[in-house]
């Protein structure tokens, strides 16, 4: 296995919140980008490349089942994040950021994904995305904002 597919799933797992799903959009990816192949342009970034495609093929899902059922979000209560099991303390606050993450807006979910958890620079996040930079920076600033102000809400008790 590659080690772009790990990435890839992840991608695909954070931006669906469930596992069959995640699997589906991996898979359904790797079959685009095997179709459109000729759009590839050597010696560029290819993970960005799959994770635009990626990207393009869940918001496409997304209007579809928006259109049949008249939702397409995805309920927190479904999300299968995984644990990772460093301790007990940091798993409770990774589980309550994560938390956050999928209740975020789909833009600043899927920009929060890029940066923060694959590495992207603001800029590479920007291109598979296909918006400004500056864009992405207001994303992630109120994202950032969201998550603390409520994570000092949940530790106060307010």
Known sequence: MSPLYPRLWRFCLMQTGRRDRADDLAQMTCL?????????????????????????????ELRA??????????????????????????????????????????????TVLLVYVEG???????????????TVMSRLAAARKKIAGELAETETGT
């Open 65 to 110: 089942t928006a259109v049949r059922t008249g939702g397409g979000l995805v309920a927190l209560e479904e999300t299968e994040i995984p644990d990772q099991r460093v301790n007990t303390e940091t798993n409770i606050f990774a589980r309550q950021v994560f938390s956050k993450v999928g209740e975020l807006p789909e833009s600043q979910r899927v």
């Open 120 to 134: 992207f620079a603001y800029k590479e996040a920007a291109e598979i995305l296909n918006i400004p930079i500056g």
């Open 32 to 60: 685009r980008a095997l179709e459109k192949h000729a759009g590839y342009q050597a010696g560029t970034h290819l993970d960005r490349w799959l994770f635009r495609i990626a990207h393009r093929l869940w918001l496409n």
